[in-house]
Nanobody, 124 residues
């Protein structure tokens, strides 16, 4: 079992920045991919970014590439999503997820554990 808790969401103006954190506990001695997804009202959950255990395999969705940066500190069992140049269409609930594999995936069903989500709202 892995428990994931996101933090760092909030309200920000267009062009602003936020840094989301995802704290993991439980079965953290096993290597896992950390993924970030988001879900806007009335829309399906969509992939944002993912990073493997050692951090050498990283994947971003086209909509956030160049604006968002995913990272992790395994010693702290924590992952991060730095979000810059935020736009109103980035407004969503952001979720982190863990996948017990070393292969990053953009498919939500490939992830084993999920956090409860944190709201990000970007005002125009």
């Amino acid at each position: 079992q892995v428990q994931l808790v996101e933090s760092g969401g909030g309200l920000v103006q267009t062009g602003g920045s936020l840094r989301l954190s995802c704290a993991a506990s439980g079965r953290t001695f096993s290597r896992y991919v950390m993924g970030w997804f988001r879900q806007a009202p009335g829309k399906e959950r969509e992939f944002v970014a993912a990073i493997n255990w050692m951090g050498y395999s990283i994947h971003y969705s086209d909509s956030v590439k160049g604006r968002f940066t995913v990272s992790r500190e395994n010693a702290k069992n924590t992952g991060y999503l730095q979000m810059n140049s935020l736009r109103p269409d980035d407004t969503a609930v952001y979720y982190c997820a863990a996948r017990f594999s070393d292969i990053v995936s953009s498919t939500a069903s490939m992830y084993d554990y999920w956090g409860q989500g944190t709201q990000v709202t970007v005002s125009s």
